[in-house]
């Protein structure tokens, strides 16, 4: 998934009016404002009332449902094998949102303050804050890729993370 196909699925969901935030490697280079590696995937955020203009929008791009693991989050793909990786988010009144988790119990929880603005080849992008993709990246034995990306973060922002 490169930089461009990044701008290109976020103006898609835009045109479908359709809420999204970058998140995981490519919400990382965003927040720093430069790819700083190579990426498998796009993880998006997105408001799971309008699921249905997601999957039309990026249906109609040739994006196919690859993973389904909902309520938690699903897979769509496209025939040349760019793949998204979908987390539906249930809104507050206060801005704030919450993502189903594996433990139903303990659901993924969004403060209204991680829902910033980063760049991508000098293109403003909705994303997820440092501290949010902190938080994401701990309680699980990481890949050399969420390395990577704790440094950047650690670099960029002078922040204390998990590894």
Known sequence: MTGDDVLC???????????????????????IGEQTRHHRDLDLMHRQEQEAAVLAALGAAGFVQSLNCRPVRFVVRAAD?????LHPLV???????????????????????????????????PCLSAWQQVYFHQ????SERDRHDMAQLRRVFGITTHF
């Open 9 to 31: 699925v976020l103006a898609l969901l835009q045109r479908a009016q359709a809420d999204v935030w970058v998140g995981g490697g490519w919400g990382i280079d965003a927040l």
């Open 81 to 85: 094998g760019r793949e998204i990786d």
């Open 91 to 125: 809104f507050a009144d206060d801005g704030s949102a919450v993502q189903a988790s594996p433990a139903p119990q303990r659901p993924f929880t969004y403060p209204s303050s991680c829902f910033v603005t980063g760049t991508i080849h000098g293109a403003p992008v």
């Open 139 to 142: 309680g699980y034995q990481p």
